[in-house]
């Protein structure tokens, strides 16, 4: 069985090839049930992601460990093993954590394709973490941007994150707000649980990518600019389930469920064209979807 490390998914993933795998997933389908939620101790939580198709076979398990801070160890520990779905032989165990991240800012720039507009130059990112590094250099990969502003919470690892990007090349700097007034493309990945994003304060033309809200009690845009938006989802079924978002702007009356305009299944497939006018604001938001793992994982190990 063959084992690959984060530096190699990092190479065997460039972002037009891992964009390009995802739409053909998502365009042909595959067997994906909503992810397996176990409850550990000490506040931790177990998550397994299968999915399967007539060739290949795989499952994401991820241990979210609050208490790993305390042992120097990341919160999130995370690995993927493919298989032929076949005869069930293990292909390769890859690791968990970077598979996420690259595919979780490819699914982005992805939708992107179809609902920001095809001459974006500003990009906003909130969040500082490695979802929101992947994001930068996806984004930046896939659209010509020329500015790409982070913001987070903590000043500090807003520029420290931007220091990264631009020692790589990227047109990075901090930024004082996550006001996304004047941006083409604003890309969230936090963890908060209020509203970042107002609908007031989002310029006509915006493409809001939420990535960060995946639990019902979390949501980084209120329910104005949901309201306002073309709302594309990752999945219905798991955006209608998890995405905090959607879940709360509903429960508050802001939007209903049939004001979710497509999700990636819709626009890969040409059944809903995507962005239609220049002055249209335009939101997708993802929860992750276990075939987009798969789609990767096989991607990465060549053996489609």
Not at 255 to 269: G, H, M, N, S
């Amino acid at each position: 069985m063959r084992m690959m490390t984060a530096e190699q998914l990092r190479h065997a993933l460039p972002w037009a090839a891992l964009e390009a795998a995802l739409e053909a997933m998502f365009r042909d389908g595959c067997e994906a049930p909503l992810r397996h939620r176990h409850a550990l101790p000490e506040s931790g939580m177990l998550l397994l992601m299968p999915a399967w198709t007539a060739r290949h076979s795989g499952v994401k398990t991820v241990h979210v460990l609050p208490g790993n801070g305390a042992r120097g160890l990341p919160a999130v520990q995370a690995v993927y093993l493919l298989s032929d779905a076949a005869t069930g032989q293990p292909i390769a165990l890859l690791d968990g954590g970077e598979l996420t991240d690259r595919r979780t800012a490819a699914a982005s720039t992805l939708a992107g394709r179809y609902l920001a507009r095809p001459d974006s130059r500003r990009l906003l990112v909130l969040g500082a973490g490695r979802v929101a590094a992947a994001l930068a250099e996806a984004w930046c990969d896939r659209f010509p941007i020329e500015q790409v502003a982070i913001w987070a919470r903590k000043p500090a690892q807003a520029e420290a994150l931007a220091a990264r990007l631009a020692a790589h090349g990227l047109p990075a700097v901090a930024a004082a707000s996550p006001n996304p007034a004047g941006f083409d493309i604003v890309s969230a990945a936090t963890l908060s649980e209020a509203p970042l994003l107002l609908g007031a304060e989002v310029s006509p033309g915006t493409h809001v990518d939420l990535v960060g809200a995946f639990r019902p009690t979390m949501r980084e845009s209120d329910g104005a600019l949901l309201a306002r938006a073309t709302l594309v989802l990752d999945t219905r079924a798991g955006g209608l389930a998890e995405a905090g978002d959607v879940v709360q702007a509903i429960a508050e009356g802001a939007i209903t469920e049939a004001q979710v305009a497509a999700d990636l299944f819709d626009l890969c497939r040409g059944t809903h064209p995507g962005r239609r006018g220049a002055q249209e604001v335009t939101v997708f938001k993802s929860v992750g979807w276990a075939g987009e793992d798969l789609a990767a994982a096989v991607l990465a190990t060549g053996s489609d």
